[in-house]
């Protein structure tokens, strides 16, 4: 069983900036690769970033060049960088934890709001 925590949501103006967290607990030695979702009211959750173990990443066409995901494995924690935040941005923020099994973990979110 793998636990994941988020936390670093909150309101921002439009052009500001916010970085997330995810902690992972548990059996993490399972997680080969962890990532970033967001779903917004009436949407569909859709995929912000990801890393691998090996450190590579893979981004959402909305976020290229304003996100960045990033990992400390010494702290089992997984961050997003969020720079040059849009109304659109505004969404619950979750963390997913993929492990080699197939099975999906996933945090609880974080609520990201971005006012004009």
């Known amino acids: 069983q793998v636990h994941l925590v988020e936390s670093g949501g909150g309101l921002v103006q439009a052009g500001g900036s916010l970085r997330l967290s995810c902690a992972a607990s548990?059996?993490?030695?399972?997680?080969?690769?962890m990532g970033w979702y967001r779903q917004a009211p009436g949407k569909q959750r859709e995929l912000v970033a990801t890393?691998?173990?090996?450190?590579?990443?893979n981004y959402g066409d909305s976020v290229k060049g304003r996100f960045t995901i990033s990992s400390d494995n010494a702290k089992n924690t997984v961050y997003l960088q969020m720079n040059s935040l849009k109304p659109e941005d505004t969404a619950v923020y979750y963390c997913?934890?993929?492990?080699?099994?197939?099975?999906?973990?996933w945090g609880q979110g974080t609520q990201v709001t971005v006012s004009s």
């Open positions: 548990g059996s993490i030695f399972s997680i080969n690769a």
């Open positions: 997913r934890g993929a492990s080699v099994v197939g099975y999906d973990y």
């Open positions: 890393i691998t173990k090996g450190g590579s990443t």
